[in-house]
Each structure stands twice: as C-alpha cells, then as structure tokens.
C-alpha cells in the first residue's frame, strides 16, 4: 500500500510542479472562455430574448446574462474534465519514452498497482484543478448576482467532478497505452483540444448536430457528464426565469430552452433518460478501468 501511494504522489508531482503541462492542460477551457466572451455569449443572449417573442419585460436582465456566464461555466467544466486527465496521462508516455517504465515494472508493486496508481493521480489532478474553476467561478458570479444555484446542487455538481474525473481518465488511460512517444500523443491531444469544445456542446448545441453526429457525440461520457451539468447548474436559473413569465409563453420557453441545449442525452433517435444516463457513465467507466488493467498487465508480463 505504501508503495501504491508513493508511486501516486510521484505522479501527481510531475503534473502539478511542471507549470506548462498545466496550462496546457486548461488551453481547450482558455479557449473556451475566450469565445464566450467575444463572440457566444451575445448570440446565447441574443437567442434567449428571441424566444422570449415580446415577454423580454417579466425577465430581468440579469437573469439572462447570469444564464448565459453558467453555460460558460458548464463548457469550462466539460473541457478541463477532458484535456486535465489527458495531459497528466502523459506521465505514462513520458516513462515509455525514456524507458523508466522497466525500472518501474521491477519494483515490487503488481501491475494492477501500477496501473491504478497512474489513473488515480489523473483521476485526483482532474478533480482538483476542476473544482477549482467551478469554486472561484460560483464566488465571481455570486458576486455579479444570485445565481439561482442552491445548497443541493452544490455537493451534486461536485460529485459530477468527481464522476467525470474517474470516467474521463478511464477511458484515456485506454487509449495514452498506445502511444509509444511524446510527440505522438502531443499530436492528439492537439485533435482532442479541437474536437472535445463540439463534443461537449461547448461551442454549438449537440442538439443542432444530425441525429447520427449526435450518437457519436453522446458515446462518450464527458458529453452526458456535461449534459448533467447544464441540469444541476443550469436548472435554477431557467426555472425563476420561468417563473417571472406566469405561464404567458405556455412553458414553450422553459421547453424550448432545454430542447435546444441538450438537457438529455440521446442516442440512435431515442432520449436517454437521467437514470439511464447514470448507468451508462457507470458501465462505461467500470469496463474502461477493466480494459486499461488487463491491457497494462499483457504489455508488461511478468517474466
């Protein structure tokens, strides 16, 4: 156990001490921010108060400003849970590269050991540095107005964090065990930062995408961890807004709203229900952890 945990804090060091990996790291959710800020933001607004179609008066304007920042925050969250595990997998790479990995694999800890040590430290880097975005977020925005986010759905979007952590990371650990360089998996983690801001929804609602392009997009957890996000982040805020229009609009606002920025997954045509969707994080993630053990152990048999 010991030598488990030591193992782990040796990979979580090399994360966190090298300051670019880190930065990197956050580079999809830099990017993301950035085009909130320039150009997103304004046409969310702008979307919010065409489907208002002339009841823009019972909605304050800060409501709908408060709406679009958490999507902003929700895109952020969705990204740093993808590129964070990703980069400090990397550490596995690095080891192949310069061949530490034998070294390693002559210590007394057993393969799963190993292997379970690398997906740990990723695992606890994505968690920290996510929840870190979503605390100093939720302090500046309580600060700009209420946001509309209770004491329930705090330990709930948390807990998100901690589950999207676990799968994301699962699921890279899988796919970082075939790369034998650095450059090589540098390569794809430039694709990764490109494509994970529309497989999340980040940049353009999953909902506008082909039903096909859709199924593809909702295969992968990090977008139905993001989609609860929008549930648990995203909830409070519609519903006062909502409220304020008295059911002038026949709730088509409220529905609306929910249609257009994916809050329930669907694949193959059919809506995933919350329960289902729980299920197949879990599912996903427990056979990506099997995989990643079992892939780990017959590239370095015992001899």
């Known amino acids: 156990m010991r030598g488990f945990v030591g193992f782990t804090k040796r990979n979580l060091l090399i994360y966190f001490k090298d300051f670019q990996t880190v930065v990197f790291s ?15 933001k304004d046409s969310y607004v702008n ?27 929700v ?11 990703f980069n400090c ?65 705090l330990p709930m979007a948390y807990g998100l964090i901690l589950a999207g952590s676990v799968s994301a990371t699962a699921f890279f650990m899988i796919v970082v065990l075939f790369f034998k360089s650095t450059s090589a998996s ?17 940049y353009i609602p999953v909902s506008q995408f082909s039903s096909e392009i859709r199924t593809l997009c909702n295969a992968f957890p990090a977008s139905h961890i993001t989609i609860l996000f929008r549930n648990v982040l995203l909830s409070g805020v519609l519903e006062h807004i909502d409220t304020g229009l008295q059911g002038r609009d026949g709730g088509q606002f409220l529905k609306g709203i929910k249609e257009f920025l994916t809050f329930k997954a669907d694949m193959f045509g059919k809506t995933i229900d919350y329960p289902s969707t729980i299920i197949y994080i879990t599912g996903f993630t427990f056979l990506s952890i099997c995989v990643m053990i079992i892939m780990y152990a017959n590239t370095y048999k015992r001899k």
């Open 26 to 40: 956050m580079l999809t959710s830099i990017i993301v921010f950035l085009l909130y800020m320039f150009f997103i």
């Open 47 to 73: 979307a919010v108060e065409e489907s208002l179609d002339g009841l823009e008066s019972f909605v304050q304007s800060g409501d709908t400003d408060m709406f679009a920042n958490i999507l902003l925050l």
């Open 75 to 85: 895109g952020v969250l969705g990204s740093a849970l993808i590129t964070v595990p």
């Open 89 to 153: 997998l990397s550490t596995i790479v690095k080891d192949k590269e310069q061949r530490i990995d034998y070294d390693i694999c002559a210590t007394p800890l057993k393969r799963w050991q190993i292997v379970l040590s690398y997906f740990t430290a990723a695992t606890l880097s994505a968690f920290i540095m996510t929840s870190a975005i979503l605390t100093v977020a939720l302090i500046i925005l309580t600060s700009k107005g209420d946001t509309y986010i209770g004491m329930q759905q």
């Open 186 to 202: 540098g390569s794809f983690f430039g694709i990764l930062s490109a494509t994970s801001g529309f497989v999340i929804g980040a």
